[in-house]
């Protein structure tokens, strides 16, 4: 019964119907939002990783194989977006000990033309790809899995990349000095 009621709300979801929309947020949000906060402390974010899955969700809706039930789905989606979560906030955290984190996070930068040119020296002096990478990321500010789709490779390739491209941006910053 219940596999029926999913199929056909798939099925109403796929065509765009908005009152399937309505009907799927209504039955599935109290259920992801409590699966989120298990794992998640505050209840803001929480609510907006909720916000994030059902958006995810709609988006690769046609991606759906139907090997699993929607919320089993959604739930992998949503631990997705909590992964981001979290390496967003080490990212935060850790670029405050990165120069270019400082140059991304400090808003009173003594001498802010020297140490952008200094930026961009080192930039110039990157790997193509590392600086275009960091450039998507931190001045573009898009996500690690919106690169991967740009670009057409795994986010988990696009993170060993980054990770190294950051590595290399801290060397090359250091010898500046």
Same mark, same amino acid.
């Not at 199929?7 to 009907?23: C, F, M, Y």
């Not at 986010?155 to 950051?166: G, H, Q, V, W």
């Given at each position: ?16 119907e ?13 259920r ?22 059902? /958006?995810?969700?709609? #988006?690769? %809706?046609?991606?759906?194989?139907? !090997?699993?039930? *929607?919320?089993?789905?959604?739930? +992998?989606? @949503? ?9 967003? /906030?080490?990212?935060? #955290?850790? %670029?405050?000990?990165?120069p270019? !984190?400082?140059? *991304?996070?400090?808003?009173?930068? +003594?001498? @802010? ?9 080192? /930039?110039?002096?990157? #790997? ?6 960091l ?30 491209a950051?590595?290399?941006?801290k ?7």
């Amino acid at each position: 019964m219940i596999e029926v009621m999913q199929k056909d709300l798939l099925t109403r979801l796929k065509l765009g119907e908005p009152r399937a929309v309505q009907e799927w947020y209504e039955e599935y949000s109290p259920r992801l939002l409590a699966y989120i906060s298990k794992k998640v402390s505050s209840q803001k974010d929480c609510e907006e990783i909720t916000q994030e899955v059902f /958006l995810g969700s709609l #988006k690769h %809706l046609p991606l759906f194989r139907g !090997g699993s039930s *929607i919320f089993t789905w959604m739930c +992998s989606i @949503a631990r997705h977006e909590i992964a981001d979560y979290y390496r967003k /906030l080490y990212a935060k #955290k850790a %670029l405050k000990y990165v120069p270019l !984190g400082e140059m *991304i996070l400090q808003e009173n930068i +003594s001498d @802010a033309h020297e140490s952008a040119e200094k930026v961009k020296e080192v /930039l110039s002096q990157m #790997k193509d790809e590392s600086k275009e990478l960091l450039l998507k990321k931190y001045v573009d500010c898009k996500k690690v899995t919106e690169i991967s789709i740009e670009l057409g490779r795994t986010t988990k390739s696009i993170e060993s990349d980054l990770f190294r491209a950051r590595k290399e941006f801290k060397k090359l910053y250091a010898l500046a000095v």
